[in-house]
Nanobody, 130 residues
């Protein structure tokens, strides 16, 4: 049984930091690209960041550039999203997703599309107060 589980969400103030975690079970974690997406009320789910299977390459969407850092520990089957200088507009449910890493150096071109991912977590709420 494949399971993706996010954790680390919560209520913080603007300017604070949070670290989200995503764990994958039921599959060989080190074979998967892991992406983070978020969805605010009334908005479409948007790409935040992704990391390739080895952890050697990262990709960031506009919401994350300069403030968020993605990393992974394959020994712990976990991907992290460190979010700094949080803003109220970062308020959303954050989801992680997994996609087989089959495309070499061009992996990131697919990583922004919801439809490329095979597995999704249930989401974790991040709320940033002003």
């Amino acid at each position: 049984q494949v399971q993706l589980v996010e954790s680390g969400g919560g209520l913080v103030q603007a300017g604070d930091s949070l670290q989200l975690s995503c764990t994958l079970s039921g599959r060989t974690f080190s074979r998967y690209v892991i992406g983070w997406f978020r969805q605010a009320p009334g908005k479409e789910r948007e790409f935040v960041s992704a990391i390739n299977s080895s952890g050697g390459s990262e990709y960031y969407g506009d919401p994350a550039k300069g403030r968020f850092t993605i990393s992974r520990d394959n020994a712990k089957n976990t991907v992290y999203l460190q979010m700094n200088r949080l803003k109220p507009e970062d308020t959303a449910v954050y989801y992680c997703a997994a996609d087989r890493d089959l495309y070499g150096a061009s992996w990131y071109l697919r990583s922004t599309s919801l439809h490329e991912y095979d597995y999704w977590g249930q989401g974790t709420q991040v709320t940033v107060s002003s």
